[in-house]
């Protein structure tokens, strides 16, 4: 049978880890990022009450389609707190992405938040794969909405002969991004190359070839 001491130990344990789950509540209205300040901690210090504007709050960047010039055919144009200081202790951002024809928004993670798309217009094939590496695909066109579980790998590919858009949120007001394959072949410094050579089952030729082609996109 379970004492008391062991009992108050799980709970606490659970509380814990559910409250390092998600990105810490506000404890004032207000607390608007003050990036000037040198001081480091998880999230940014608060700014000065009588140095908090309108502006603060506002963000005009995903009004209008981004310019696509990447070989992977799309663009990700942040509202997160680096954009817009008033997020900060908020737990909410936003994102934009456009796709050209054929374009791809490669196998990537956010690590600290869950995402939902809306299609803003277009059809995109979306998916994203289990930790028992089960896909989970669907096409979505203009209006629909599909969720990306929180830490899980997804993609977005527009399949369509004309540009695609769509509008991105996140329960994180920085929810940070792993792309798969760039953080394998562009880490900097670079992974051993045996521990690419044997994870993928290729030769180093094949690894080096990989490398250059990812150090050339932006």
């Given amino acids: 049978m379970m004492n008391s001491k062991n009992f108050i130990t799980i709970v606490l344990s659970c509380i814990i880890a559910s409250i390092h789950a998600y990105d810490p509540d506000a404890l004032q209205d207000l607390c608007v990022a003050d990036k000037s ?19 603060d709050f506002f963000f005009a960047g995903i009004s209008s389609p981004a310019v696509i010039n990447s070989t ?34 490669p196998p990537h993670t956010h690590p600290r938040a ?9 059809e995109l094939e979306v998916g994203f794969i289990t930790t028992s590496n089960k896909l989970f695909s669907q096409t979505i066109k203009t209006g629909e909405v599909f969720v990306f579980p ?41 992974l051993p190359e045996d521990v690419l050579t044997k994870t993928f ?3 180093s030729k094949m690894v080096d070839k990989i490398k250059e082609r990812l150090s050339t996109k932006k």
């Fill in 72 to 105: 992977m055919g799309s663009a990700v144009t942040g509202a997160n707190v680096e954009k817009i200081p008033g997020l900060n202790t908020l737990s909410v951002s936003l994102a934009r992405i456009d796709y050209a024809p054929g374009g791809l928004n």
């Fill in 201 to 203: 089952q290729v030769g």
């Fill in 37 to 55: 300040h040198g001081t480091k901690l998880n999230g940014f210090p608060c700014k000065e009450m009588s140095n908090i504007t309108s502006s």
């Fill in 114 to 122: 869950t995402e939902v798309v809306f299609v803003l217009e277009g």
């Fill in 150 to 190: 929180r830490g899980l790998v997804h993609f977005q590919k527009n399949n369509g002969k004309s540009p695609a858009s769509v509008l991105c949120a996140f329960n994180s007001q920085l929810p940070g991004t792993v792309s798969v394959a760039a953080t394998l072949f562009a880490a900097d410094p670079a």
